[in-house]
């Protein structure tokens, strides 16, 4: 049965209160599968699809909810349901969720829970957001070296079912700095007599806890991890940083890239649970920007009426050579802003990318240059001066507009601003003026006019 049968299945057996059978079914899903479905309910409906699931299972389901979802439950559900919320719930999910909540909310909560948690909670509340301390949990289980493989599985079988993960088991010290860690695999695979000292791996990469999430999202794509620790500035653990924390993080900082290369304000909620006047908000500013920024190319223009005037067939070349000029640089800005954030490229390449443009544009400004100049020859036979113009102008506007694409994104980590923000919308209004007066120039020049 596919997925969207087996929602409607599901929707039909809880219209009809065959709580029974509904329990059966949905104990088959998934517990993401199992949010998504409950997002899709109303209200009433959600609190009940909650109360039928088994507690364990809830705290699953309700970690994968929305934060507006779970703020609507927080403030339906008993104190007893919230405190068993709080007491099951990863510290890391839990703070998320107390970030979004209202403060009088919070306060009660933090009021009824245990002291030790309460300070852990307070701890992961005051590091700066998008960093590692940030996204961290503090369910691992550590291992310390002098156990042997026997002694270190018994512990990991006594005290590992709170852990988030087990695969990865680092090694601590006393005073609980970080030593070694050792893997599961390994654990399972050796001798029972043989000592954790002698088997883990001493070079254990590890992350500080103001360190900011992008430099943990390149280490966990550079060397395929499954888990980081997150150390503090004596080199005590405090926490782990699991795979599936850093692929939200990714997908949130992709987003954010690709909105402000849209020519928009980046915003933390999905589109369709956006408010309108805040989408409106959102993108306001920078078309306010552009639309000011075209005074330019007005001025350009009105500079050159007499041109126009003279030969009134150059106006239609403009927005050709506006949107040639336009594509190109987005393609260039586009790679090079990748290519940035990927860590592919870095400031001490400035010089590398501008070549390797140069010559892509003298390719590709050439191979379009010759094909406007014998479409339009064939178009325009009786005026061979003004080909040359058009087809001189696509030329130098695609070098021009290469070259600019790939340099303003090098200029932007120059002044500390995301390179992301040199992407189409303030390239093409760059382009667009830039390409005029070039344009213009050798009118004047060739045509003499």
Not at 54 to 80: C, G, N, R, Y
Request: proline share 4%.
């Amino acid at each position: 049965m596919d997925e969207e049968k087996n929602v409607e299945k599901l929707k039909e057996l809880l219209s009809l209160r065959d709580f029974m059978t509904f329990r059966t079914e949905i104990l088959e899903e998934n517990e993401v599968d199992i949010a998504e479905f409950i997002e899709g309910l109303t209200p009433e409906e959600r609190l009940l699809v909650m109360r039928l699931l088994p507690k364990d299972l809830a705290v699953e389901v309700f970690s994968e909810l929305p934060s507006e979802v779970q703020e609507e439950f927080m403030t339906k559900i008993s104190k007893e349901e919230i405190d068993h919320l709080v007491r099951e719930m990863f510290v890391d999910d839990l703070v998320d969720l107390l970030e979004e909540l209202p403060a009088t909310l919070v306060a009660e909560i933090l009021e009824r829970t245990p002291t030790e948690q309460r300070a852990t909670i307070n701890r992961f509340l005051q590091y700066r957001e998008d960093t590692a301390g940030s996204i961290m949990t503090a369910e691992y289980t550590s291992l310390k070296k002098h156990l042997t493989v026997k002694e270190a599985i018994t512990y990991l079988r006594k005290n590992g079912q709170n852990s988030e993960t087990l695969y990865s088991c680092y090694v601590v010290s006393e005073s609980r700095v970080l030593q070694g860690v050792i893997t599961l695999r390994t654990l399972l695979l050796s001798k029972d007599e043989e000592k954790v000292e002698d088997l883990m791996d001493e070079h254990v990469h590890n992350v500080h806890t103001d360190q900011d999430v992008e430099d943990v999202a390149d280490l966990f794509s550079k060397y395929d991890f499954m888990t980081l620790p997150v150390v503090d500035k004596e080199d005590r653990l405090v926490g782990i940083i699991t795979v599936d924390d850093i692929m939200d993080v990714i997908l949130e900082e992709d987003t954010e890239d690709f909105e402000k290369m849209a020519g928009t304000v980046p915003s933390d909620k999905p589109y369709l649970k956006t408010p309108v006047w805040e989408l409106a908000r959102n993108r306001m500013g920078w078309l306010v920007f552009l639309m000011l920024s075209g005074i330019i190319t007005g001025a350009i223009l009105t500079t050159f009426e007499e041109a126009f005037l003279v030969i009134p067939v150059l106006i239609t070349f403009i927005p050709m050579l506006t949107d040639t000029g336009g594509n190109s640089g987005s393609q260039s800005s586009t790679l090079i802003i990748r290519g940035i954030v990927l860590n592919e490229i870095e400031m001490k390449d400035v010089l590398k990318v501008f070549f390797k443009e140069f010559q892509v544009s003298i390719m590709t400004g050439a191979f379009l240059s010759v094909l406007t100049f014998i479409r339009l020859m064939l178009m325009y036979p009786d005026r061979p001066l003004v080909v040359i113009v058009v087809s001189l102008s696509i030329l130098l506007t695609v070098i021009m507009a290469k070259l600019l694409g790939a340099l303003l994104p090098f200029f932007a980590k120059v002044i500390k601003a995301d390179p992301a923000i040199m992407a189409a919308p303030l390239i093409t209004t760059i382009v667009d003026a830039t390409s005029l007066l070039t344009y213009f120039f050798l009118a004047q020049l060739i045509l003499k006019i």
